[in-house]
T-cell receptor, first 110, second 113 residues
């Protein structure tokens, strides 16, 4: 049974810092890994999708890496801004199921 | 503007009442997911469909929950009878196929009193 763990559970940083969010999963037989952002009271917004054959994806200040063999992914946020404050969720897809981690709640202080 | 549409956005109901939540997946997407999000449990997969056929609903309490896709443009999640512990945000997501990106609706916030 796939289990997805995200560390840290919460993170508070000053504006401008570079930061790394971690996601680990127990079953490496995955199709893809997706990073989402969720603002309070809102739905989920897809940030980056990494297929199982890929090692990383980049979008603007975001970079996500995937190491299937070790069951890990990281989301790197460069030059963080207050607008980045949100909960970041990683989701692992295998077969037709997508399993989510509990998320990392990020607060970027101005 | 392709997006997943969920209705209603908010629902408050009394215990024992029937609740129906609706989802319109993105046109052309053949995979639909229902998730429930609570503070305690996070996001839990309740059911998913491919080409309108239910592939797995093992995450759903069978005695009171049911999920259907009457046609390719509509997915429904029904709770009968509802209980206070069903209070949560229910998300629908759709995708174009296995291994492809999933897109989420804004959710239905259900409160059962």
């Amino acid at each position: 049974k796939q289990e997805v763990t995200q560390i840290p559970a919460a993170l508070s940083v000053p504006e401008g810092e570079n930061l790394v969010l971690n996601c680990s999963f127990t079953d490496s037989a995955i199709y893809n890994l997706q990073w989402f952002r969720q603002d309070p009271g809102k739905g989920l917004t897809s940030l980056l999708l990494i297929q199982s054959s890929q090692r990383e994806q980049t979008s603007g200040r975001l970079n996500a890496s995937l190491d299937k063999s070790s069951g890990r992914s990281t989301l790197y946020i460069a030059a963080s801004q207050p607008g980045d404050s949100a909960t970041y969720l990683c989701a692992v897809s295998g077969g037709f199921k997508t399993i989510f981690g509990a998320g990392t709640r990020l607060f970027v202080k101005a | 503007d392709a997006r997943v549409t969920q209705t209603p956005r908010h629902k408050v109901t009394e215990m024992g009442q029937e609740v129906t939540m609706r989802c319109q997946p993105i046109l052309g997407h053949n995979t639909v997911f229902w998730y429930r999000q609570t503070m305690m449990q996070g996001l839990e997969l309740l059911a998913y469909f491919r080409n309108r056929a239910p592939l797995d609903d093992s995450g759903m309490p069978k005695d009171r929950f049911s999920a259907e896709m009457p046609d390719a443009t509509l997915a429904t999640l029904k709770i009968q009878p509802s209980e206070p512990r069903d209070s949560a945000v229910y998300f629908c997501a759709s995708g174009a196929g296995q291994g492809l990106e999933a897109f989420f609706g804004q959710g239905t916030r259900l409160t059962v009193v």
